[in-house]
């Protein structure tokens, strides 16, 4: 086993997937799927594995990466984000000129109004008041009372529960 092979090693992590195909894990994603494994490592085994099996070729295809949401335990979706993987493709390997998404399910693009749960106004929690200093004259007053700006009221919203489900993109 190589040096890297060795630190790789050292970085996996027991986690469950959700393995949708419908054939058998041929790929032994549930060992080797590179979520399980430091991904700046990962990172660096594929730049060194293109640069000594690269010929002329324009392109490079990688396969599997940015699969963080296979994982079934919703903290571990939650880890690392598909930008921050993007993010560090693109920093330690080289420029991104396409991502192909196949997928054995259609996911949606857009978030569902029905998936939305939104807060009940009388479980938002109660504001204090605070009372205004009383202004010295009258003038004074009138002054403050115009540039006041009004007050923040939760209930004047319409709130959406915070519970590990996406608003604006799924």
């Known amino acids: 086993m190589t040096d890297l092979g060795r ?8 986690k469950e997937l959700n393995i ?15 979520a399980l494994y430091d991904l700046s490592l990962v990172l ?10 690269r010929t002329n070729e324009k392109f490079v295809i990688l396969e599997g ?9 919703e903290n571990d979706k939650l880890e690392l984000r598909f930008m921050d993987e993007f ?3 693109e920093k330690q390997i080289g420029e991104v000129c396409s991502v192909i998404d196949l997928r054995f399910n259609r996911e949606l693009h857009y978030v569902d ?5 939104y807060e009940n106004p009388d479980d938002l929690p109660k504001q204090e008041v605070k009372q205004a200093k009383p202004a010295e004259d009258e003038e004074g ?8 700006a009004p007050k923040f009221n939760l209930r004047d ?14």
């Not at 660096?44 to 099996?53: N, P």
């Not at 007053?141 to 006041?148: F, I, N, S």
């Open 20 to 34: 949708t195909t419908q054939v058998k894990d041929e790929f032994a994603e549930n060992d080797f799927s590179p």
């Open 44 to 53: 660096e085994m594929l730049k060194q594995t293109i640069a000594e099996k």
């Open 7 to 14: 630190r790789l090693k050292a970085t996996y992590r027991v």
């Open 87 to 89: 993010n560090s493709i």
């Open 113 to 117: 109004e029905k998936d939305i749960i």
């Open 141 to 148: 007053a009138e002054e403050a009372a115009a540039k006041q």
């Open 65 to 73: 990466l940015c699969n963080s949401g296979k994982f079934v335990d």
């Open 157 to 170: 919203y319409t709130w959406t529960k915070s519970n590990r489900q996406a608003k604006n993109l799924p």
